[in-house]
C-alpha cells in the first residue's frame, strides 16, 4: 500500500506564505504526475497544480504567478510553495500521485488565509 501524508498547512495572513509538503511512502513503483488540489467550503475539489516526473508544470489560473509546484523524486515527495496569499485560497489541500494506472491521495492539510 502506499501512504500520502502533507503537511505545513497553517492559518497565515493575507500576503502571507506557506510551503506545503507531501511525502509518499509503502510500495512505491513508479510515481508519474504528482498534483495539489484543494476543496473550499461548500465548492467542489478543484486542481490546483501538476507536475510530471520530467518537471513539466501546469497551474490553474487563478494561483499562475503565486504558487510554485516543485518535487523531489529521490524523496518521492512534493512541495507547493504559496505566495500572496489572498483569503479565497483558504482550503483543505490535498496531494496526489500518479503510479501507473492508480491514483493515490493524502488525508488533507487545512490552510486559511485571513483578511
Known amino acids: 500500500q502506499v501512504q500520502l501524508v502533507e503537511s505545513g498547512g497553517d492559518l497565515v495572513q493575507a500576503g502571507g506564505s506557506l510551503r506545503l509538503s507531501c511525502a509518499a511512502s509503502?510500495?512505491?513503483?513508479?510515481?508519474?504526475?504528482m498534483y495539489w488540489y484543494r476543496q473550499a467550503p461548500g465548492k467542489q475539489r478543484e486542481l490546483v497544480a501538476s507536475?510530471?516526473?520530467?518537471?513539466?508544470?501546469n497551474y490553474a489560473d487563478s494561483v499562475k504567478g503565486r504558487f510554485t509546484i516543485s518535487r523531489d523524486n529521490a524523496k518521492n515527495t512534493v512541495y507547493l510553495q504559496m505566495s500572496s496569499l489572498k483569503p479565497e485560497d483558504t482550503a483543505v489541500y490535498y496531494c496526489?500521485?500518479?503510479?501507473?494506472?492508480?491514483?493515490?491521495w493524502g488525508q488533507g492539510t487545512q490552510v486559511t488565509v485571513s483578511s
Open positions: 507536475i510530471t516526473s520530467g518537471g513539466t508544470t
Open positions: 509503502g510500495r512505491i513503483r513508479s510515481i508519474n504526475a
Open positions: 496526489a500521485a500518479q503510479m501507473i494506472i492508480t491514483t493515490y
